[in-house]
């Protein structure tokens, strides 16, 4: 009788540890199908942005290369010098 309290107790014990491999082993591949969801994205999100970044070099040197020299000489000046040193604070 003994015995088979034990056998029945070890199935039980078994069973449970089965049990917790499942939820493990599908937990995990959650996380790890959520990272690769998340570095999907972030490649996305900077290929859209180098996208941007390089139709912005096209734009300007296609703008530049309109321009005569006097134009892009005065924008140069006129917005992308910085200028002297902020007035007193006091």
Known sequence: MLQ???KRGLGVVAALLAGLAAVAGVYWRGRAMGR?????D????????AADARKEVRDVQEKVARSNDDAVADRLKSGWVRGGPPADRD
């Open 42 to 49: 972030n490649e996305a999100r900077l290929q859209g942005r």
């Open 4 to 6: 088979q309290w034990i």
């Open 36 to 40: 690769a969801q998340e570095r999907a």
